[in-house]
């Protein structure tokens, strides 16, 4: 008997973008600047010199943006809100003009049946909080429930599905070790108390919303399997360390109240002691956990690489996307697995997922025609079904993304979009991707 790929009747249909990716305008109508508007003004940090100044002009063209999402058969649209649109300094003052763009997208979503997902925090932190501290100051728990209460107030039952944060993992890594995002420093002491923070004004948020929110809120995590290049101890306590750092770093303390004991291992000295009462806060009851999922990593143990002494083996005679990930479908199945033995049957939503492909330049009228990417979104959704399959309470699936958009710091090169954005015109041209999303939409997924 050949296999059915039809997902559960009522399985969630749809795709994603974040404000500083797509928008444009960063500082239209009184917003304040953000870390990104910045860091994309520091010459040297972006590719070719791109910036979110206008991006895909969203800010703008949001009602054109809202009819794309409607001829896919979008049932869902995953956004994130720009804190400093809406809070110039990030605390006190609300630019209401900020305010009113989100209500208005919202309002035009809702009267094309599609359904809002908003992220409040998507890496866009308003600079003004960055001059005091940003995520390594304590005090960043409460400045997010301010701001959170502000957006619960502003869009709340007409906003049934909230997240606090998207990928804390990335904001640390790239932003606090690494530099390679904003806010751009480099230190091992830094970021565990930058993740901490985010994690302790994750659960501010959800407090918050308790207070006053009528629908759901969950947090948003990227998880990246990890998988040993050889049976040897040392590669298996690297792939333990990777994983700890990557996949468990910010789940166990929102879900269950505590760090991994690799963490202490990797960061040393630099491992903060931080109070036993700060898990009750990050610890809370969500409704759900978004899942953003892209490759996976086979992993060996390097004594020279800082801090986890654990680097990715590439792997032969296999495909990688434009920004270097491993095509891996299975390692989409393994992770709803993990996280299910280890966090339990929490509801989860693929809140991303999706792959940059170089896409030939379009001729008029035409569809681009993108085989790699529609090759990797039919594989990564079987994947998710034989997850399903497997019992894993999987309620819907955004595709990453709704358009091209700036890739951070790679720039507008690196396309991901079902839509393809010729940015010299801001011309939205389908994808064969987004022809073949359309009818997996249609049949819910029969088609695959
Ligand atoms: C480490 O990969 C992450 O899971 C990841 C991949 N992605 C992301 N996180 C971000 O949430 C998006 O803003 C990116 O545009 C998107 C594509 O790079």
Known sequence: MTQSYRFPPGFHWG??????????????????????????HTPGMMANGDTGDIAC???HRYKDDVQLMRALGLQGYRFSIAWSRVLPEGTGRINQKGVDFYSRLVDELLENGIEPNATLFHWDLPAALDDRGGWLNR??????????????????????????????????????????????????????????NLMRASGAGIQAYRAVGKHEIGVVFNIEPKY???????????????HAYMNEQFADPALLGSYPPE????????????????FKLTQQ????VGLNYYTRAVVKHDPNAYPLKAVPVKQPN????????????????DMFTWFKQRYGDIPLYVTENGSAFYDAPVAEGDVVQDPLRTSYLR????????AIEQGVNLKGYYAWSLLDNLEWSLGFAKRFGLYHVDFATQKRTPKATAKFYAQVIETNGAVL
């Not at 296999?318 to 199945?333: A, H, I, S």
């Open 285 to 288: 009851k969500v409704d759900f």
């Open 318 to 333: 296999t495909t990688y996307t434009e920004t270097g990930w491993e095509v891996y479908e299975q390692g989409f199945t």
């Open 228 to 242: 040993p290049a050889s049976n040897s101890p040392e590669d298996i306590a690297a792939t333990r360390r990777a």
């Open 15 to 40: 795709a994603a973008t974040s404000a500083y990716q797509i928008e444009g305008s960063p500082l239209a109508d009184g917003a304040g600047p953000s870390i990104w508007e910045r860091f994309a």
């Open 57 to 59: 002009d969203h800010y």
């Open 139 to 196: 005090d960043i728990a409460h400045w997010f429930a301010e701001y959170a209460n502000v957006m619960y107030k502003a869009l709340d039952g007409r906003v049934k599905r909230w997240s606090t944060l998207n990928e804390p993992w990335v904001v640390t890594d790239g932003g606090y070790l690494h530099g390679a995002l904003a806010p751009g420093h480099r230190s091992k002491y830094e970021a565990p108390i930058a993740a901490h």
């Open 379 to 386: 594989k990564h959704l079987k994947a998710m079904h034989h």
């Open 263 to 278: 963490l202490k291992e990797i960061f040393g000295p630099a491992w903060p002691d931080f109070p036993e009462d700060d």
